[in-house]
C-alpha cells in the first residue's frame, strides 16, 4: 500500500471538436500551466480526437480522449472505446451493454435532479438504469452545479465569480451512490462538464467575456487517483488511470478552496489494510482512519449515516458492523473532499 502514487486530474472536459470554444492546444497548455497530471477529455458522440493523435503523454500531462454518449434519455462519460456511435435517443439501458461489449468504461454523467435552479434540466436516466455495465457515477459536476445555482438573475454574478453559485456535490446523489453501493461496487468521481464560453465584444479584437474558463474551471473539481507509479509509457499510464478510476481508488477534491493532495482512507484489522475502492470482509473490527492536509470538518459516514465526526486533519473510529463506509470533508463551511468507499461485506474479498 506505501507503493501508491497519488496523481490529480479532471475528467469531463468538452473542447472545439464539440461545443465548447477551447482547442486541445489549450487544454494541454492550461492543465500544465495549473499542475494537473491528466485530463480526460469528453466530446459529445465522437472520438475524432483520438483519431487525431491527441490521446498520450504531453510532456508531463496524459492527456485521455475519453467520449460523452449524449443520448436523449441520459448521458455517460466513457473512456477506452475505440468507436463509438451516435446512440442519439437510446436508452442508457440499451447502450451501456454495447459499450462495455466494445471494452468502454462508463460513468454515469451529471445524474442530479434538477431542483436546485430554474435555467434548464437535463434528463437524468440514473434513477432508471436496469443495466449494472457501468464502473461508476460522477458524484459532482461542476458546471451543472454551478449552472443550477444560477437563476436568470444570478447569471452575471455567476460568471463574475463562479466559486460562489457552487454547492458541492448533490445530497440527493450522494445517497443514491450510497444505495448502489450498498448492492455493488461503484466508483465516484469528480467531473467538470467544462464547456468555455467566449462572448466577443464589440469593438475589441479579442473576446473579453469567457464563461467558466479553462484557466479557472482546471482548478476547481479534480478527482485525485491513487495509482502505482506511472512509468511515462501512454498506454500503460493510461491503463493505471483507468483502473484507478473505475476501482474507485480515488476521491473528489474541490482543490480551488484548498489542495487536497495528501489525503487518505484506509481500513485497518490485524495488519490487512484496505484503502478506497476495496472490498474486505466483515467479522472483526476495522479501525477507519481519515487523513486530511488541512483542518477541516471530517464526517465518516456509513450507509449514508454519519457515524463519526471531528475538527481537524485526522479522523479514526472502530467498527465491526458490514455497509458502505466513505468521508466526507468540509473546509471553512464549504464541501471539499468526498472519499470512494470501503467496502465492508459479509461476503467480500479481503484486499
Ligand atoms: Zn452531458
Ligand atoms: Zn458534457
Not at 503523454?57 to 466513457?78: D, F, I, M, P, Q
Request: glycine share 8%; proline share 6%.
Amino acid at each position: 500500500m506505501n507503493t501508491l502514487h497519488e496523481y490529480k486530474g479532471v475528467l469531463h472536459v468538452h473542447t472545439r471538436y464539440s461545443d465548447s470554444a477551447v482547442t486541445m492546444p489549450e487544454v494541454v497548455r492550461i492543465a500544465r500551466a495549473v499542475g494537473l497530471d491528466y485530463v480526460v477529455t469528453a466530446d459529445h458522440h465522437t472520438l475524432r480526437p483520438k483519431y487525431e493523435g491527441w490521446e498520450g503523454r504531453h510532456e508531463g500531462l496524459l492527456l485521455v480522449v475519453g467520449v460523452e454518449v449524449s443520448s436523449t434519455k441520459g448521458h455517460a462519460l466513457v473512456i477506452g472505446l475505440d468507436r463509438t456511435d451516435r446512440w442519439a435517443s437510446a436508452h442508457p439501458n440499451e447502450y451501456l451493454p454495447e459499450v462495455a461489449r466494445r471494452g468502454g468504461r462508463a460513468f454515469v454523467a451529471h445524474p442530479e435532479r434538477h431542483d436546485r435552479g430554474k435555467i434548464y434540466r437535463k434528463p437524468q436516466a440514473w434513477p432508471d438504469l436496469e443495466t449494472d455495465d457501468y464502473a461508476g457515477v460522477e458524484i459532482w459536476s461542476y458546471m451543472h452545479d454551478w449552472v443550477e445555482g444560477a437563476y436568470p438573475w444570478h447569471v452575471l454574478d455567476g460568471m463574475l465569480d463562479p466559486d460562489s453559485r457552487v454547492a458541492g456535490p448533490h445530497p440527493l446523489v450522494l445517497r443514491r451512490w450510497d444505495e448502489v453501493a450498498l448492492r455493488r461496487h461503484c466508483s465516484g468521481i469528480a467531473a467538470l462538464d467544462a464547456h468555455e464560453r467566449r462572448y466577443p465584444i464589440p469593438h475589441f479584437r479579442w473576446p473579453l467575456l469567457k464563461v467558466l474558463p479553462t484557466e479557472f474551471i482546471f482548478r476547481t473539481a479534480r478527482t485525485h487517483v491513487l495509482s502505482s507509479e506511472w512509468s511515462g509509457s501512454s498506454a500503460d499510464d493510461i491503463a493505471l488511470l483507468t483502473d484507478a478510476l473505475t476501482a474507485g481508488r480515488c476521491f473528489a477534491a474541490y482543490d480551488l478552496i484548498g489542495d487536497a493532495t495528501g489525503t487518505r482512507f484506509r481500513a485497518e484489522r490485524d495488519g490487512e489494510t484496505a484503502v478506497m475502492g476495496d472490498e474486505v470482509h466483515a467479522g472483526g473490527e476495522w479501525t477507519f482512519v481519515a487523513t486530511v492536509p488541512l483542518e477541516a470538518e471530517l464526517r465518516l459516514l456509513r450507509n449514508s449515516e454519519p457515524v463519526a465526526q471531528c475538527v481537524g486533519r485526522e479522523l479514526a473510529h472502530r467498527d465491526a458492523r458490514p455497509g458502505v463506509y466513505r468521508v466526507e470533508a468540509r473546509l471553512r463551511n464549504r464541501p471539499w473532499v468526498f472519499t470512494n468507499h470501503i467496502y465492508v461485506r459479509e461476503d467480500g474479498s479481503t484486499p
